[in-house]
C-alpha cells in the first residue's frame, strides 16, 4: 500500500510541550513584554517553536483548531482564517465567532489542500499560524519570525503513538499552555472525558460489525482508508465497530477497489471536506464490484465531514455520537 502524508487541510494543532521558558525580563523584573511562562519552547513536527508571549493575533489555515479555541475562550485571538469552514462543525455562537473573523481565502484543491499566498498571510502581521498549506510552512515563515504549529497527526512523522479520546484531552491542555489558559484547558478535557466515558456506555458491543473509514476522491480514482494510527481507530472501538483496516499500522493509505471489496466491511463511514455528500457516496457505490461489499448491498453507509473524525479534537466525540445514532450500536 503507498502511504500518503496528507488529507484535507483540516486540523487543529496540538503539541507535544517540550519545554517552559522562564517568567520575567533579563533584569528579574516582570511586564507585559514577559508573562509568566515565557518564552514557551514546544516540539511540533520534531521541530522546536518558541513563542515569546501568549499569541494575540492568530492565523488559522484549517477548521479544527476551532473548537479548541472555542472550548478555551480564546476565539478573539484569531485575526484571520483560511480553508472552508463547513457550519455543520459548529454552533450558533461559534459559527458567530467565525463569521467575525475575516475569511482570506476558502480556495481548495480537489484533495482537500488550501491553495493560499504567503504574501496573503504575512499582511495579516501574525504572531502565530495554525496549520500550513503546500506552499506556506514552517521553514517560509521563520524567515519572517513567524511560528507555525502544525496538528500533530499532519506531521510526517504522525503522533507519537496511535491516538485515543485521552490525545484529545492531552491536545487541550497543550492549548491552555500555549494561551496561557491552563486551568479552562483542565477544566474542558474532564468535561470532555466524562462526555466520552458516558457515550461509550450506551454503546452494545453484542454481535460487533466491521467497519471502515474512507476518504474517496470524487469522479472516481484513488481511495484512502484509515487505519490504526487514525483517529477512526478509536472512533470505531467506542462506536462498537471492528475496523476491517486494523492490521495498517498506518493513519492513511491507499486502498484498491479489490482490497476494499475482499475486506468486505458491513459498514463504510466515507470522509470528505466540502460539497454534496450524495457525490461521495457515488464515488464509492459505483465502482465495480461494489454491490458485493455488505455496508452497500444493505445500504449501510454513511458520509461525514472530515473533522468529524480526523484529527484528535472535540469534533471527533461528536462524529462519534453521530456513527453511534446513525448506526444504532
Same mark, same amino acid.
Given at each position: 500500500?503507498?502511504?500518503?502524508?496528507?488529507?484535507?487541510?483540516?486540523a487543529a494543532t496540538v503539541l507535544v510541550?517540550?519545554?517552559?521558558?522562564?517568567?520575567?525580563?533579563?533584569?528579574?523584573?516582570?511586564?507585559? =513584554?514577559?508573562?509568566?511562562?515565557?518564552? &514557551?519552547?514546544?516540539?511540533?513536527?520534531?521541530?522546536?517553536?518558541?513563542?515569546?508571549?501568549?499569541?494575540?493575533?492568530?492565523?488559522?489555515?484549517?477548521?479544527?483548531?476551532?473548537?479548541?479555541?472555542?472550548?478555551?475562550?480564546?476565539?478573539?485571538?484569531?485575526?484571520?482564517?483560511?480553508?472552508?469552514? !463547513?457550519?455543520?462543525? $459548529?454552533?450558533?455562537?461559534?459559527?458567530?465567532?467565525?463569521?467575525? /473573523?475575516?475569511?482570506?481565502?476558502?480556495?481548495?484543491?480537489?484533495? +482537500?489542500? &488550501?491553495? /493560499?499566498?504567503?504574501?496573503?498571510? &504575512?499582511?495579516?502581521?501574525?504572531?502565530?499560524?495554525? +496549520?500550513?498549506?503546500?506552499?506556506?510552512?514552517?521553514?517560509?515563515?521563520?524567515?519572517?519570525?513567524?511560528?507555525?504549529?502544525?496538528? !500533530?497527526?499532519?506531521?510526517?512523522q504522525g503522533l507519537d503513538g496511535a491516538?485515543?479520546?485521552?490525545?484529545?484531552?492531552?491536545?487541550?491542555?497543550?492549548?491552555?499552555?500555549? $494561551?496561557?489558559?491552563?486551568?479552562?484547558?483542565?477544566? =474542558?478535557?474532564?468535561? &470532555?472525558?466524562?462526555?466520552?466515558?458516558? /457515550?461509550?456506555?450506551?454503546?452494545?458491543?453484542?454481535?460487533?460489525?466491521?467497519?471502515?473509514?474512507?476518504?474517496?476522491?470524487?469522479?472516481?480514482?484513488?481511495?484512502?482508508?484509515?487505519?490504526?494510527?487514525?483517529?477512526?481507530? !478509536?472512533?470505531?472501538?467506542?462506536?462498537?465497530?471492528?475496523?476491517?483496516?486494523?492490521?495498517?499500522?498506518?493513519?492513511?493509505?491507499?486502498?484498491?477497489?479489490?482490497?476494499?471489496?475482499?475486506?468486505? !466491511? #458491513?459498514?463504510? /463511514?466515507?470522509?470528505?471536506?466540502? +460539497? #454534496?455528500?450524495?457525490?461521495?457516496?457515488?464515488?464509492?457505490?459505483?465502482?465495480?464490484?461494489?454491490?458485493?461489499?455488505?455496508?452497500?448491498?444493505?445500504?449501510?453507509?454513511?458520509?461525514?465531514?472530515?473533522? $468529524?473524525?480526523?484529527?484528535?479534537?472535540?469534533?471527533?466525540?461528536?462524529?462519534?455520537?453521530?456513527?453511534?445514532?446513525? $448506526?444504532?450500536?
Amino acid at each position: 500500500m503507498k502511504t500518503v502524508p496528507f488529507l484535507p487541510v483540516a486540523a487543529a494543532t496540538v503539541l507535544v510541550l517540550a519545554l517552559t521558558g522562564c517568567a520575567g525580563n533579563a533584569d528579574g523584573a516582570t511586564g507585559p =513584554a514577559k508573562a509568566a511562562g515565557y518564552p &514557551l519552547t514546544i516540539v511540533n513536527c520534531g521541530a522546536e517553536v518558541t513563542l515569546q508571549a501568549p499569541p494575540e493575533r492568530v492565523v488559522m489555515l484549517e477548521s479544527s483548531p476551532v473548537t479548541y479555541l472555542r472550548e478555551l475562550g480564546v476565539m478573539d485571538k484569531v485575526v484571520a482564517r483560511a480553508g472552508a469552514y !463547513p457550519s455543520e462543525y $459548529f454552533d450558533a455562537v461559534t459559527r458567530a465567532d467565525l463569521d467575525r /473573523i475575516p475569511l482570506l481565502t476558502d480556495k481548495l484543491d480537489t484533495s +482537500g489542500h &488550501l491553495q /493560499i499566498s504567503q504574501e496573503v498571510v &504575512l499582511a495579516q502581521e501574525p504572531d502565530l499560524v495554525l +496549520g500550513s498549506a503546500e506552499n506556506l510552512n514552517r521553514e517560509t515563515l521563520a524567515a519572517a519570525g513567524i511560528p507555525l504549529l502544525q496538528h !500533530p497527526s499532519f506531521c510526517p512523522q504522525g503522533l507519537d503513538g496511535a491516538p485515543d479520546f485521552g490525545t484529545i484531552n492531552d491536545q487541550l491542555r497543550t492549548y491552555g499552555q500555549i $494561551f496561557g489558559v491552563e486551568d479552562r484547558a483542565a477544566t =474542558a478535557a474532564n468535561e &470532555l472525558a466524562d462526555r466520552v466515558e458516558q /457515550i461509550s456506555a450506551e454503546v452494545d458491543g453484542a454481535g460487533q460489525r466491521t467497519a471502515a473509514v474512507l476518504y474517496p476522491t470524487l469522479g472516481g480514482g484513488t481511495i484512502y482508508a484509515y487505519g490504526t494510527r487514525s483517529m477512526a481507530q !478509536p472512533q470505531l472501538e467506542a462506536a462498537g465497530f471492528e475496523n476491517v483496516f486494523d492490521d495498517v499500522d498506518e493513519r492513511v493509505f491507499e486502498v484498491t477497489r479489490e482490497e476494499l471489496i475482499g475486506r468486505n !466491511p #458491513d459498514v463504510l /463511514i466515507l470522509l470528505h471536506a466540502e +460539497g #454534496d455528500p450524495s457525490k461521495v457516496a457515488e464515488a464509492v457505490t459505483s465502482m465495480k464490484g461494489a454491490s458485493s461489499i455488505t455496508a452497500v448491498a444493505n445500504g449501510d453507509l454513511m458520509v461525514q465531514l472530515f473533522n $468529524f473524525t480526523e484529527p484528535p479534537s472535540p469534533l471527533a466525540v461528536t462524529g462519534l455520537e453521530r456513527i453511534i445514532e446513525r $448506526f444504532e450500536q
